[in-house]
């Protein structure tokens, strides 16, 4: 990673072995889609090797949408229902393609693949976990992030 880049990024930087695997869908059910990661989210699948914090983000867009979101590999997300219903919104610098069902309006994640190749990272996608299947956020371990907050370029709208 470049040094601009925060310190702490929102999401663990070597995988615990331990994999979750998650069923995810938009509030009407037109998009679904799954993921996995390890370390997983759930403490009573971690084995005791520690969960996957989710990121309470701090960044304009998950401030306004209330979004709690993780950054699995690209590779372990699939689309497997609906991606023709999603839309997309960008600002900015254009890096994040921010995607929401066009039918119901939930955020449901977004394509963050060229800001972390521009990091020099592996591509990434950003999911809410808000939608999970059983989303349960008494279960979840939330960490507030300011990860985004400190990325360029500082988000304001024209007048
Ligand atoms: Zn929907
Ligand atoms: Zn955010």
Redesign the pocket.
């Known amino acids: 990673m470049s040094s601009d880049v925060p310190a702490e990024p929102p999401f663990p930087l070597e995988e615990t072995g331990i994999w979750g695997h998650y069923d995810l869908h938009c509030h009407c059910g037109a998009v679904r889609y799954t993921m996995k990661m390890s370390s997983p989210l759930f403490e009573e699948e971690s084995q005791g090797k520690g969960v996957w914090k989710v990121?309470d983000?701090?960044?304009?867009?998950?401030?306004r949408t209330g979004?709690l979101?993780v950054h699995p590999f690209e590779e372990n997300v699939t689309w497997t229902r609906g991606v023709e219903n999603l839309s997309k919104y960008s600002f900015g610098n254009k890096n994040v393609e921010h995607l929401f069902c066009k039918n119901c309006g939930s955020f449901v994640g977004s394509d963050s693949g060229d800001m972390f190749k521009k990091m020099g990272s592996k591509p990434r996608t950003?999911v809410n976990v808000r939608m999970l299947k059983d989303f349960d956020m008494k279960k979840l371990t939330i960490k507030r992030?300011e990860f985004?907050k400190q990325m360029p370029p500082k988000y304001s709208i024209d007048d």
């Open positions: 990121a983000c701090a960044c304009s867009w998950c401030e979004s979101v950003v992030s985004m």
